[in-house]
Antibody, heavy 116, light 111 residues
Framework: QVQLQESGPGLVKPSETLSLTCTVS????????WSWIRQPPGMGLEWIGD???????SYNPSLRSRVIISLDTSKNQFSLKLSSVTAADTAVYSC??????????WGQGTRVTVSS | QSVLTQPPSVSGAPGQRVTISCTGS?????????VHWYRQLPGTAPKLLIH???NRPSGVPDRFSGSKSGTSASLAITGLQAEDEADYYC???????????FGPGTKVTVL
Protein backbone atom coordinates (compact mmCIF):
# COMPACT_ATOMS: atom_id res chain seq x y z
CA GLN A 1 0.00 0.00 0.00
CA VAL A 2 1.08 3.55 -0.64
CA GLN A 3 2.88 5.33 2.19
CA LEU A 4 4.01 8.94 2.42
CA GLN A 5 6.77 10.40 4.56
CA GLU A 6 7.55 14.08 5.04
CA SER A 7 11.07 15.30 5.69
CA GLY A 8 12.75 18.64 6.21
CA PRO A 9 13.93 21.13 8.83
CA GLY A 10 11.81 21.52 11.92
CA LEU A 11 12.92 25.09 12.53
CA VAL A 12 12.94 27.94 10.03
CA LYS A 13 13.87 31.57 10.65
CA PRO A 14 11.39 34.37 9.90
CA SER A 15 11.60 35.73 6.34
CA GLU A 16 13.37 32.57 5.13
CA THR A 17 12.01 29.76 2.95
CA LEU A 18 10.44 26.62 4.36
CA SER A 19 11.37 23.53 2.32
CA LEU A 20 9.84 20.10 2.77
CA THR A 21 9.90 16.88 0.78
CA CYS A 22 7.36 14.07 0.66
CA THR A 23 8.60 10.62 -0.35
CA VAL A 24 6.06 8.21 -1.80
CA SER A 25 6.68 4.50 -1.30
CA UNK A 26 4.70 1.42 -2.26
CA UNK A 27 3.28 3.02 -5.37
CA UNK A 28 3.89 5.34 -8.27
CA UNK A 29 3.52 9.10 -8.47
CA UNK A 30 1.41 8.65 -11.59
CA UNK A 31 -1.45 9.10 -12.34
CA UNK A 32 -2.38 11.01 -9.22
CA UNK A 33 -2.48 14.50 -7.75
CA TRP A 34 -0.35 15.04 -4.64
CA SER A 35 -1.06 17.65 -2.03
CA TRP A 36 0.32 19.58 0.92
CA ILE A 37 -1.91 20.42 3.89
CA ARG A 38 -1.01 22.19 7.10
CA GLN A 39 -2.44 22.50 10.59
CA PRO A 40 -1.35 25.34 12.90
CA PRO A 41 -1.20 24.43 16.60
CA GLY A 42 -4.68 23.94 18.03
CA MET A 43 -6.32 24.89 14.76
CA GLY A 44 -7.94 23.27 11.75
CA LEU A 45 -6.67 22.01 8.41
CA GLU A 46 -5.63 24.23 5.51
CA TRP A 47 -5.01 23.00 1.98
CA ILE A 48 -1.80 24.53 0.63
CA GLY A 49 -1.78 23.22 -2.92
CA ASP A 50 -1.27 20.22 -5.12
CA UNK A 51 0.65 18.93 -8.12
CA UNK A 52 -0.40 16.51 -10.85
CA UNK A 53 2.02 13.82 -11.94
CA UNK A 54 2.48 15.81 -15.15
CA UNK A 55 3.76 18.74 -13.11
CA UNK A 56 0.77 21.07 -13.28
CA UNK A 57 0.00 22.80 -9.99
CA SER A 58 -2.86 24.45 -8.07
CA TYR A 59 -2.42 26.61 -5.02
CA ASN A 60 -4.54 28.04 -2.22
CA PRO A 61 -5.21 31.65 -3.26
CA SER A 62 -4.22 32.86 0.21
CA LEU A 63 -0.73 31.35 -0.17
CA ARG A 64 -0.22 31.42 -3.94
CA SER A 65 2.28 34.26 -3.95
CA ARG A 66 4.62 32.38 -1.62
CA VAL A 67 4.22 28.70 -2.56
CA ILE A 68 5.95 26.45 -5.05
CA ILE A 69 5.21 22.71 -5.26
CA SER A 70 7.46 20.62 -7.46
CA LEU A 71 7.88 16.99 -8.44
CA ASP A 72 10.80 14.58 -8.87
CA THR A 73 9.33 11.48 -10.47
CA SER A 74 12.71 9.74 -10.61
CA LYS A 75 12.81 9.78 -6.82
CA ASN A 76 9.03 9.38 -6.30
CA GLN A 77 9.06 12.65 -4.37
CA PHE A 78 7.30 15.96 -4.38
CA SER A 79 8.31 19.08 -2.52
CA LEU A 80 6.98 22.25 -0.94
CA LYS A 81 8.67 25.62 -0.76
CA LEU A 82 7.02 28.42 1.21
CA SER A 83 8.86 31.71 1.12
CA SER A 84 8.95 34.72 3.45
CA VAL A 85 7.68 32.73 6.40
CA THR A 86 6.39 34.28 9.61
CA ALA A 87 5.27 32.85 12.93
CA ALA A 88 1.83 32.35 11.38
CA ASP A 89 3.34 29.64 9.20
CA THR A 90 4.19 27.52 12.24
CA ALA A 91 2.23 24.31 11.76
CA VAL A 92 2.29 20.58 11.22
CA TYR A 93 2.76 20.09 7.48
CA SER A 94 1.39 16.91 5.93
CA CYS A 95 1.50 15.48 2.45
CA UNK A 96 -1.29 13.39 0.99
CA UNK A 97 -2.41 11.72 -2.19
CA UNK A 98 -5.48 13.21 -3.83
CA UNK A 99 -7.84 10.50 -4.98
CA UNK A 100 -11.05 11.71 -6.67
CA UNK A 101 -11.05 14.85 -4.56
CA UNK A 102 -10.28 13.19 -1.25
CA UNK A 103 -6.99 13.04 0.63
CA UNK A 104 -5.90 9.45 1.16
CA UNK A 105 -3.46 8.38 2.42
CA TRP A 106 -1.67 11.02 4.48
CA GLY A 107 1.86 11.18 5.72
CA GLN A 108 2.35 11.33 9.47
CA GLY A 109 3.07 15.07 9.30
CA THR A 110 6.10 17.08 10.29
CA ARG A 111 6.12 19.97 12.70
CA VAL A 112 7.72 23.19 11.46
CA THR A 113 8.33 26.10 13.79
CA VAL A 114 9.15 29.57 12.52
CA SER A 115 11.34 31.31 15.05
CA SER A 116 14.61 33.16 15.25
CA GLN B 1 -13.23 31.91 8.74
CA SER B 2 -13.84 28.49 7.19
CA VAL B 3 -15.83 28.14 4.00
CA LEU B 4 -17.46 25.07 5.52
CA THR B 5 -19.00 25.31 8.99
CA GLN B 6 -19.17 22.61 11.66
CA PRO B 7 -20.21 22.70 15.31
CA PRO B 8 -17.15 23.06 17.56
CA SER B 9 -18.15 20.08 19.67
CA VAL B 10 -20.70 17.32 20.14
CA SER B 11 -20.97 14.80 22.93
CA GLY B 12 -22.85 11.68 23.78
CA ALA B 13 -22.93 8.76 26.16
CA PRO B 14 -21.55 5.39 25.16
CA GLY B 15 -23.96 3.63 22.85
CA GLN B 16 -25.71 6.80 21.76
CA ARG B 17 -25.92 8.33 18.30
CA VAL B 18 -24.35 11.67 17.47
CA THR B 19 -24.37 13.66 14.28
CA ILE B 20 -21.99 16.31 12.97
CA SER B 21 -23.21 18.81 10.41
CA CYS B 22 -21.14 20.41 7.68
CA THR B 23 -22.71 23.43 6.03
CA GLY B 24 -21.39 24.95 2.83
CA SER B 25 -22.72 27.03 -0.04
CA UNK B 26 -23.57 27.01 -3.72
CA UNK B 27 -19.89 27.10 -4.68
CA UNK B 28 -18.94 23.90 -2.88
CA UNK B 29 -21.35 21.32 -1.45
CA UNK B 30 -24.33 22.91 -3.19
CA UNK B 31 -22.51 22.82 -6.51
CA UNK B 32 -22.44 19.05 -6.34
CA UNK B 33 -18.90 18.51 -5.13
CA UNK B 34 -18.44 15.47 -2.93
CA VAL B 35 -18.00 15.74 0.81
CA HIS B 36 -15.38 13.67 2.59
CA TRP B 37 -14.91 13.15 6.32
CA TYR B 38 -11.71 12.59 8.28
CA ARG B 39 -11.04 11.52 11.85
CA GLN B 40 -8.01 12.85 13.67
CA LEU B 41 -6.91 11.17 16.87
CA PRO B 42 -4.70 13.26 19.18
CA GLY B 43 -1.17 13.63 17.89
CA THR B 44 -1.83 11.81 14.63
CA ALA B 45 -2.57 12.75 11.04
CA PRO B 46 -6.18 12.82 9.85
CA LYS B 47 -7.47 9.61 8.34
CA LEU B 48 -10.19 9.23 5.74
CA LEU B 49 -13.41 8.07 7.39
CA ILE B 50 -16.14 8.63 4.78
CA HIS B 51 -15.58 9.48 1.13
CA UNK B 52 -17.83 10.70 -1.63
CA UNK B 53 -20.63 11.69 0.77
CA UNK B 54 -21.59 8.27 2.06
CA ASN B 55 -18.93 5.66 1.32
CA ARG B 56 -16.83 3.92 3.95
CA PRO B 57 -13.26 2.91 3.09
CA SER B 58 -12.35 -0.67 3.84
CA GLY B 59 -11.92 -1.19 7.57
CA VAL B 60 -14.22 1.61 8.74
CA PRO B 61 -17.05 0.21 10.89
CA ASP B 62 -20.61 0.61 9.67
CA ARG B 63 -21.30 2.65 12.82
CA PHE B 64 -20.09 5.58 10.72
CA SER B 65 -22.30 6.92 7.95
CA GLY B 66 -22.50 10.03 5.85
CA SER B 67 -25.19 11.90 3.99
CA LYS B 68 -25.49 14.98 1.84
CA SER B 69 -28.41 17.21 0.90
CA GLY B 70 -28.40 20.59 -0.75
CA THR B 71 -25.62 22.72 0.68
CA SER B 72 -25.04 20.52 3.74
CA ALA B 73 -23.69 17.16 4.73
CA SER B 74 -23.74 15.13 7.93
CA LEU B 75 -21.68 12.47 9.62
CA ALA B 76 -23.46 10.11 11.99
CA ILE B 77 -21.83 7.89 14.56
CA THR B 78 -24.05 5.23 16.12
CA GLY B 79 -23.18 3.06 19.07
CA LEU B 80 -20.74 5.67 20.34
CA GLN B 81 -17.57 4.22 21.83
CA ALA B 82 -14.80 5.73 23.95
CA GLU B 83 -12.37 5.27 21.06
CA ASP B 84 -14.52 7.62 18.94
CA GLU B 85 -13.24 10.60 20.90
CA ALA B 86 -11.41 12.58 18.24
CA ASP B 87 -11.65 15.59 15.97
CA TYR B 88 -13.73 15.17 12.83
CA TYR B 89 -13.31 17.30 9.71
CA CYS B 90 -15.42 17.62 6.58
CA UNK B 91 -13.81 18.53 3.25
CA UNK B 92 -14.98 19.45 -0.21
CA UNK B 93 -13.95 21.46 -3.26
CA UNK B 94 -14.87 25.10 -3.79
CA UNK B 95 -15.23 26.44 -7.32
CA UNK B 96 -14.95 30.09 -6.28
CA UNK B 97 -11.61 29.44 -4.61
CA UNK B 98 -10.57 26.81 -7.16
CA UNK B 99 -9.29 24.68 -4.34
CA UNK B 100 -10.05 22.26 -1.56
CA UNK B 101 -11.67 23.44 1.66
CA PHE B 102 -12.02 21.96 5.12
CA GLY B 103 -14.48 22.57 7.89
CA PRO B 104 -13.07 23.90 11.17
CA GLY B 105 -13.44 20.52 12.84
CA THR B 106 -15.74 19.08 15.50
CA LYS B 107 -14.51 17.55 18.72
CA VAL B 108 -16.48 14.48 19.74
CA THR B 109 -16.55 13.75 23.45
CA VAL B 110 -17.82 10.50 24.90
CA LEU B 111 -19.40 11.23 28.28
Amino acid sequence: QVQLQESGPGLVKPSETLSLTCTVSGGSISPYYWSWIRQPPGMGLEWIGDIFYTGSTSYNPSLRSRVIISLDTSKNQFSLKLSSVTAADTAVYSCARVDWGRFDPWGQGTRVTVSS
Amino acid sequence: QSVLTQPPSVSGAPGQRVTISCTGSSSNIGAGYDVHWYRQLPGTAPKLLIHSNNNRPSGVPDRFSGSKSGTSASLAITGLQAEDEADYYCQSYDSSLSGYVFGPGTKVTVL
